[in-house]
């Protein structure tokens, strides 16, 4: 197979990756469109099995491709390069979360769903201005609303900020990244320790330093060796493991997440090292969901919540469909006219997910 031709399959493989880890999170947050005995039934579910480490690994995939997009060009902190870099994130990031953090405060002047809390405009203003400033994960932890899912992309975004200043450390950059890793494994200091889990990003770091050593083409050859038969099986056992290992840890707060991450880095590790796209044709509808996964998160809840206001004496079957249902065409309509005209219109093109590879390239292209 061609190089161009391994990449397409990776790509394929981590953006399907990307589907499955915003429908993880949609089953997490499944309570939002359910009402009485029904919410109660998910919640018991939820104390089995906990689809949140769809989070987990977001935060892998963006930790590895923090690898990918810069430290593959840049070894060393460079005042340009690290412009260039918050240039980027800030395009894509910033106005999709003010946007939908500002519809947030539709809330205060509708009446909510049956049985969901009412909010006052203040605490709804909290929690846009804490969204806007990637503050929610600290607003959360004050703050408990149904909108407190901004929190992750607040941790992505401190993440992006810490990442480049890490680079000052010269030789002492991965001696630190370890030790972060470390630090919030066993002795994380924030609380609620869930909030401020970026276990995965620092993680997805390390898999990528390990991904461009020249052993691991050892491993990235019996990965290739493997059918994708069991490349599906392995990856789905470790995707529930990771689901359950996270409520059988609970008790052991930030190992927990470290842990989860670290069986998610097997399925990760099975889609960036295949060079065929693993869940073929089938595939494609997750791969079209991991296209919108951004701009799915941002809106999910606030739309799932303004079809409640309309359809909460609905039967639960026409209601979750048609609350997904127009999730997924709002995201589309998110990801076209705010996400994607800001990420094409850089002025310089990073290779993101549709680049992204596990060997350091050889030449430039």
């Given amino acids: 197979m061609s190089d161009a031709g391994a990449r397409h399959g990776k790509n ?15 089953l997490a947050h499944g309570s ?42 840049h070894r060393q902190f460079d005042a340009a390069a690290v412009y260039g870099f918050y240039k980027k994130r800030i395009r894509r990031v910033l106005l999709p979360t003010w946007f939908w953090s500002a519809v ?31 503050l929610a994960n600290v607003f959360n932890a004050l703050h408990e609303t149904d909108f407190g899912y901004f929190w992750s992309i607040a941790l992505e975004v401190q993440f992006y900020l810490l990442f480049p200043l890490l680079l000052l450390l010269g030789r002492a950059f991965w001696p630190a990244v370890i030790g972060i890793v470390l630090w919030f494994s066993f002795a994380n200091p924030f609380a ?27 491993v990235e050859r019996d990965i290739e060796a493997m059918s994708p038969v069991s490349k599906v099986l392995v990856m789905g056992l470790a995707v529930l493991a990771a689901s359950v290992l996270a409520i059988a840890l609970e008790p052991f707060a930030s190992f927990r997440w470290a842990a989860t991450t670290l069986v998610l880095a097997i399925p990760f590790m099975l889609a960036a090292c295949s060079g065929e796209a693993i869940f073929g044709a089938l595939s494609r509808p997750l791969e079209a969901i991991g296209q919108v996964s951004f701009s ?36 589309g309509l998110s990801y076209r006219y705010i996400e994607r005209p800001l990420t094409e219109g850089a002025v310089s093109r990073e290779p993101a997910i549709d680049e992204v590879g596990t060997r350091a390239p050889v030449r430039s292209r």
């Avoid at 276990?199 to 691991?216: H, I, P, Q």
């Fill in 296 to 331: 799915l998160y941002l809106c999910h809840i606030p739309v799932c919540l303004l079809c409640m206001h309309w359809l909460d004496d609905q039967p639960v079957l026409p209601r979750v469909a048609l609350c997904v249902t127009v999730s997924l065409i709002v995201a």
């Fill in 192 to 218: 609620p320790e869930w909030l401020f889990r970026a276990n995965g990003l620092f993680l997805g770091l390390l898999l990528w330093k390990l991904s461009s050593l020249e052993s691991f083409r050892l």
């Fill in 12 to 26: 394929r493989n981590i953006q399907f990756l990307r589907g499955l880890a915003i429908v993880l999170v949609l």
């Fill in 32 to 73: 939002v469109m359910l009402i009485g005995a029904e919410a109660v039934w998910w919640d018991g579910v939820l104390q089995r099995f906990l689809p949140g480490v769809g989070v987990d690994l977001f935060f892998l995939i963006s930790g590895f491709l923090m690898g990918v997009t810069f430290l593959r060009k």
């Fill in 104 to 134: 947030v405060l539709l809330f205060a002047v509708l009446e909510p769903p049956r049985g969901a809390p009412s909010y006052s405009l203040d605490t709804l203003l909290g929690v846009t201005a804490s969204a806007a400033f990637f």
